[in-house]
């Protein structure tokens, strides 16, 4: 399974940017998709996850501002980022886990920068 992530890019404090990673491959239904975030000289930390039929979870520094979602028919998983603040600018990685096979991928990053 390969991951995919795509729509990075410099925003205004303020903007918006909708994150997405697409997973080519066999996924099962157990699984977890997220998203984390590393900023320079800091540890990556989870931002978002949603698993399979179960309840969303996110950082307390984007609750309210940040909305993930998933698409299973299309094994994606997105990110809408709302409010952007210049402390989120990181590269978001997204991740999945899949738990019937014990497995987990990680996509390669995606950089948002975001100017105030």
């Known amino acids: 399974v390969q991951l995919q992530a795509s729509g990075g890019g410099v925003v205004q404090a303020g903007g918006s940017l909708r994150l997405s990673c697409a997973a080519s491959?066999?996924?099962?239904?157990?699984?977890?998709m997220g998203w984390y975030r590393q900023a320079p000289g800091k540890q990556r930390e989870l931002v978002a996850s949603?698993?399979?039929?179960?309840?969303?979870n996110y950082a307390d520094s984007v609750k309210g501002r940040f909305t993930i979602s998933r698409d299973d028919a299309k094994n994606t998983v997105y990110l809408q980022m709302n409010s952007l603040k210049p402390e989120d600018t990181a590269v978001y990685l997204c991740k999945i886990e899949d738990f019937f096979v014990k497995e987990t991928y990680w996509g390669q990053g995606t950089l948002v920068t975001v100017s105030s």
């Open positions: 491959g066999r996924l099962f239904n157990m699984n977890s």
């Open positions: 949603i698993p399979y039929g179960g309840s969303t």
